[in-house]
């Protein structure tokens, strides 16, 4: 085996974030699926935000348009076509059909110019361009939390970035303050650290909230004035399901009002769950800044999307048909499992911050931590992973300040298997709140001890931890 002298620091460090809870339960998950007939007391996983919910709408286009997939055009075969075809900017055809989709998601009130897409595999890698693009090592990006664990592992580790989290909180239903992001501003500075802009994720994972046009103007103000970049990760924007509508910071009118450069602000999409096609690993970079523009393009050589890829979608969301009929089914979809989950969490006396986008709820937990600390919050984990079988995700995971919040999935199952998961959480409230007497639920109070000592004790005994379920 190599001496660890001979492997690069980049191997050998451990900011991948790998170790985080919101993986951990993925492996735990792996370890023993639910199944409705092999193991029917097998863990749920509700820790994966994957949309599931529309798939059938897919697999119908596909068997209606065969051709699509078999490179068949007006009887002749693209198929050598295709697999030689690598330019780094991407199929036109494809931009062409991504940006009008993108624009109809936005209301068609953003016209999304094709030549400035930078193709990507996925937005995990677009984000992770954008900051080779805009910082240093060691130069830090703001980001609101409770923000999205994989953010740690695309935004810092191979770039050597950092993140300063904008530290949000209940009270006023985790949204950005002017007052939030100064604060987050002040302690990069003090860490002598340069700030080159803010990230923020709209609609929010984990929230599943759009941010709202006052909260965007206080935003990009901020960033106006400060002469920094705004990156919007607008990979949930098709899935808004309820009012209020989504504003994307693309909106002419809103940029206008707040005196900010367009070449400040970058967007990132993908298809991963709008159409629920992670697999695919499509991704994409929307900026008006020439010089990020030309970079990324470059970059993206690190991480293309296959033509093949390119062309069977370029065929799909060409069909306005189709895009438009997908788009408002899959918001239906997703308002009515939304819906059936918080209120069946409101029957067992679960409350959730109101949503109105996402394929999950930030739920609130706190009533059942035995003590309102991160380490409760662990326990609470430990048991609904390994006596409840659900696997769901602790706030400290997204670096929620406050304990007791779990964000929960519900659109990558079918009905059935969530109602399962729902009659199996009711069982669990019941069972804890008979013993605790009753008590008056604890409200969330600052964490007593550091999230990693505390998870790295928490490993040692999951390990041991007895799989029973009720
Ligand atoms: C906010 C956010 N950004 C990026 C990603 C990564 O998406 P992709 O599968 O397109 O790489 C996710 C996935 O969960 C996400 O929630």
Redesign the pocket.
């Known amino acids: 085996m190599a001496a660890q002298g001979m492997l690069s620091r980049k191997i050998t460090c451990n900011s991948h974030g790998e170790d985080s809870s919101y993986f951990l339960g993925w492996k735990e998950y792996e370890r023993n699926p639910y199944d409705e007939t092999n193991n029917p007391t097998g863990i749920i996983q509700m820790g994966l935000?994957e949309n599931q919910l529309s798939f059938d709408l897919l697999e119908t286009w596909l068997s209606k348009n065969p051709k699509a997939a078999t490179f068949m055009n007006n009887g002749s075969s693209l198929f050598k076509h295709m697999a030689l075809f690598q330019d780094y900017h991407g199929l036109p055809s494809f931009k062409k059909a991504l940006a009008e989709f993108m624009g109809e998601i936005r209301g068609n009130r953003v016209k999304i110019d094709a030549e400035r897409l930078v193709l990507t595999?996925?937005?995990?890698?677009?984000?992770e361009t954008l900051m080779f693009c805009l910082a240093e090592p060691g130069e830090a990006f703001l980001v609101p939390t409770p923000?999205?664990p994989?953010?740690d592992r695309?935004l810092k580790w191979r770039t050597g970035a950092e993140i300063i989290p904008i530290h949000c909180h209940s009270s006023n239903g985790f949204q950005l303050t002017e007052a939030s992001l100064r604060e987050a501003y002040d302690d990069a500075v003090n860490r002598k650290m340069k700030v080159k802009g803010v990230l923020v994720?709209n609609p929010?994972?984990p929230l599943g909230t759009t941010m709202s046009s006052s909260s965007l103007k206080v935003l990009l103000t901020f960033v106006g004035a400060k002469g920094i970049h705004l990156i919007c990760?607008e990979?949930?924007s098709g899935t808004v399901f309820s009012s209020p509508s989504f504003i994307s910071v693309t909106e002419e009118a809103l940029l206008a009002e707040c005196n900010v450069s367009k070449d400040c602000i970058h967007i990132?999409y993908?298809?991963?769950?709008d159409l629920g096609l992670?697999g695919f690993?499509?991704?994409v970079i929307y900026t008006c800044n020439d010089h990020v523009l030309a970079a990324a393009t470059k970059m993206s050589s690190f991480g293309l999307v296959s033509s093949q890829t390119q062309y069977l979608l370029s065929k799909m969301l060409s069909d306005k048909k189709f895009t438009a009929n997908y788009i408002a089914e899959n918001r239906t979809r997703l308002r009515l499992r939304q819906k059936q989950f918080v209120s069946g969490l409101k029957r067992c006396g679960i409350g959730c911050l109101k949503s109105n986008a996402g394929l999950f709820c930030w739920v609130d937990l706190s009533s059942l931590l035995e003590s309102p600390t991160f380490e409760g919050e662990m326990q609470l984990w430990m048991k609904m992973l390994h006596h409840v079988g659900i696997n769901i995700s602790p706030g400290s995971s997204f670096h929620c300040s406050e304990p007791g919040w779990f964000r929960v999935c519900f659109a990558n199952m079918s009905e059935k298997v969530l109602s399962i998961s729902l009659q199996r959480i009711k069982i669990f409230v019941k069972q804890s709140r008979d013993k605790q007497g009753k008590a008056p639920a604890m409200g969330p109070t600052k964490p007593a001890v550091s999230r990693k000592s505390l998870f790295t004790r928490w490993i040692s005994r999951a390990d041991s931890a007895e799989s029973e379920r009720f």
Do not use: H, M
């Open positions: 935000a595999a996925g937005a995990t890698s677009a984000n923000y999205y994989g953010f695309d994720t929010s994972n990760d990979i949930y990132v993908s298809l991963s769950k992670p690993r499509v991704g």
